[in-house]
């Protein structure tokens, strides 16, 4: 049982790795939340974000635009890996959606 969940665990962070670095964004030095489509929602999760984490994205972003113009990747020791990666906006989106959902709720029933 131990082996069988140890072999599971393994291939799903195989996997998990495989996939992420199969995406390409981590080529160019960017998060997973950099990536996302910047929507009405995703602005107002920016808005929540401490300004220096705000200047690290817009680092990252005007990097990758550069690199994209030249049609080149960093080199593999500066590309983001699964472990480094951090999820900085995820949980502040997700405070975004739940308040509208509630506020939705809210003009539904008054």
Do not use: C
């Not at 107002?44 to 401490?50: I, M, S, T």
């Not at 200047?55 to 005007?62: A, F, I, S």
Request: no cysteine.
């Amino acid at each position: 049982m131990a082996v069988s969940f140890i072999q599971k665990r393994f291939a799903h962070s195989a996997l998990q790795k495989f996939a992420y670095n199969l995406s390409g964004f981590n080529k160019y030095g960017l998060w997973r939340d950099d990536v996302l489509h910047e929507d009405e929602d995703v602005r107002e999760a920016l808005k929540r974000v401490p300004q220096h984490i705000i200047d690290e994205r817009n680092y990252r972003m005007l990097r990758a635009i550069q690199l994209s113009i030249q049609k080149t990747y960093l080199p593999k020791e500066q590309w983001t890996k699964l472990e480094d990666d951090k999820l900085y906006l995820t949980p502040h989106l997700n405070d975004v959606i739940k308040e509208k959902q509630e506020r939705e709720e809210w003009n539904k029933n008054y």
